[in-house]
């Protein structure tokens, strides 16, 4: 989380604590939401805002060396293998809960083919699904054509900074499906037709754009969001991938 957000957010709490002794004045609903919406913001003074910046990355830093050596010494202390399995678990456990709550497997992906491309012994369904209620997951599923009546499944994850339409995945997927694969590509969430900001090109956005970071960048947002609910942005990213496992092992073959 950037600094300057972190401050804002604490500097807004006292606000929303302070809503029922607003009622308590008289104020109904809309009069409450004008109040909160003159606040200002900007409470703090650029030299304020730059020492407490670093004040916190200082902090952050001083607790990942902590850990750091915590985790060291509790290493070092490993000496039988039941030792080790304690350990493991233990760090196990730790990952899971750093990913957020999930909610229950759905029972119906919703899956939808919008489209179907032929190519040279393969071809490409363009497709979406449900992962969580309301959320949609785009992905393209390459296939051998002809249809083989057993196939290993290949889930392919894309990098941080293209989404499925990146040309060396689609390579991949081609190839793979030409020897008898199906290849699952999706775009991850902020990605490609994912993609939750509007700006297409540098005409669009007033800062610093770069075409192939640019959903990458304002992931970002996401992430600060999901967060503020007790949740990750790996922990969805990791949920949509186990639902393209759950679509794979729903195909035929």
């Not at 604490?10 to 606000?15: D, F, I, V, Y």
């Not at 009069?31 to 902090?59: A, C, F, G, W």
């Not at 985790?71 to 293998?81: D, G, Q, R």
Request: glycine letters at 8%; a positive charge; charged letters at 20%.
């Amino acid at each position: 989380m950037k600094p300057r957000m972190t401050f804002l957010i604490l500097t807004l709490l006292p606000c929303f604590n302070s809503t029922g002794t607003l009622r308590a004045q008289g104020l109904n609903e809309e009069k409450l939401i004008y109040r909160l919406q003159q606040l200002d913001p900007n409470l703090l003074s650029d030299r304020t805002r730059e020492q407490l910046s670093q004040m916190l990355v200082k902090h952050s830093q001083e607790r990942l060396e902590m850990a750091n050596r915590r985790s060291s010494l509790e290493w070092k202390k490993i000496s039988t293998s039941d030792q080790w399995e304690s350990y493991k678990h233990k760090c196990l456990q730790a990952l899971r809960a750093s990913l957020g709550q999930f909610p229950a497997i759905p029972k119906d992906l919703h899956l939808r083919v919008t489209g179907t491309l032929l190519g040279d012994g393969f071809q490409v369904e363009n497709l979406v699904f449900e992962s969580r209620p309301g959320l949609w997951v785009s992905a393209n599923l390459y296939r051998p054509d002809p249809q083989r009546a057993s196939m290993p499944g290949i889930l392919i994850c894309h990098s941080h900074h293209n989404p499925k339409s990146q040309g060396e995945l689609q390579d991949m997927g081609m190839t793979w499906a030409r020897l008898g694969c199906l290849v699952l590509v999706m775009d991850q969430l902020g990605h490609g037709e994912r993609r939750q900001h509007p700006f297409v090109s540098a005409k669009d956005y007033s800062g610093q754009f770069a075409v192939g970071r640019q959903d990458y960048y304002f992931r970002y947002n996401t992430g600060i969001q999901l967060h503020l609910i007790g949740d990750s942005l790996v922990g969805w990213m990791v949920w949509d991938l186990w639902r393209g496992v759950d679509l794979l092992l729903s195909r035929q073959g």
